[in-house]
């Protein structure tokens, strides 16, 4: 059994930063890829980052490149996300997921399992 937990949400200013956690449970965390979606207020969830499972390998949907950054620590069976630079539209509930494979991934498809989401809200 797998159980995602996010932790770090938060309100905050913009141009603001935010330090999301992720406390997966589970024995093969090691071997899966991991990453963050987002729903903002009335819009569709949407990809915004992965991480493969060494950690290595990495992807960003264009609106957070260079603002965000994603990354594990397999030891502790642990990802966070790193949010800086903060804007307004980034405002939304954030969701960890678990990839059913080891590679980086950008489509809900192919996760199969989901934490509960915090809420990220940022100000004006």
Do not use: H
């Not at 965390?29 to 569709?44: C, D, N, V």
């Not at 390998?57 to 030891?75: A, E, L, M, P, Q």
Request: charged share 20%; net charge positive; glycine share 14%.
């Amino acid at each position: 059994q797998v159980q995602l937990v996010e932790s770090g949400g938060g309100l905050v200013q913009a141009g603001g930063s935010l330090r999301l956690s992720c406390e997966a449970s589970g024995r093969t965390f090691s071997r899966y890829a991991m990453g963050w979606f987002r729903q903002a207020p009335g819009k569709e969830r949407e990809f915004v980052a992965s991480i493969g499972w060494s950690g290595v390998i990495t992807y960003y949907v264009d609106s957070v490149k260079g603002r965000f950054t994603i990354s594990r620590d397999n030891g502790r069976n642990t990802v966070a996300l790193q949010m800086n630079s903060l804007k307004p539209e980034d405002t939304a509930v954030y969701f960890c997921a678990r990839g059913k494979g080891g590679g980086v991934a950008t489509t809900e498809a192919r996760y199969d399992y989901w934490g509960q989401g915090t809420q990220v809200t940022v100000s004006s």
